[in-house]
């Protein structure tokens, strides 16, 4: 099984992204996805989840900025992202709800600058 995470990248404060993750090897439609996030020096943190029956939870430091969803259809998982502050920075990464330690993948690094 492959998460693979993508989107990242340089940004300014205020500035938008969208990531994807796409599955491989394995189909999304019975699973809680989330979004994971690993800012240096610090734990990886649930930034954000979304269930089979498409409910969703956020980090309370992203609710009303970040956006999960999902396409079953497309075997994908999208965080969109507004208003990013400098402390957003990290490397992003899905994985399912609770995650699995097999699935973790190398991420996608999202910079934002002051």
């Known amino acids: 099984v492959q998460l693979q995470a993508s989107g990242g990248g340089l940004v300014q404060a205020g500035g938008s992204l969208r990531l994807s993750c796409v599955a491989s090897?394995?189909?999304?439609?019975?699973?809680?996805m989330a979004w994971y996030r690993q800012a240096p020096g610090k734990q990886r943190e649930l930034v954000a989840s979304i269930t089979i029956v498409y409910s969703t939870n956020y980090a309370d430091s992203v609710k009303g900025r970040f956006t999960i969803s999902r396409d079953n259809a497309k075997n994908t998982v999208y965080l969109q992202m507004n208003s990013l502050k400098p402390e957003d920075t990290a490397v992003y990464y899905c994985?399912?709800?609770?995650?699995?330690?097999?699935?973790w993948g190398q991420g996608t690094q999202v910079t934002v600058s002051s």
């Open positions: 994985n399912k709800d609770p995650p699995f330690i097999r699935y």
């Open positions: 090897q394995m189909s999304i439609s019975s699973s809680n």
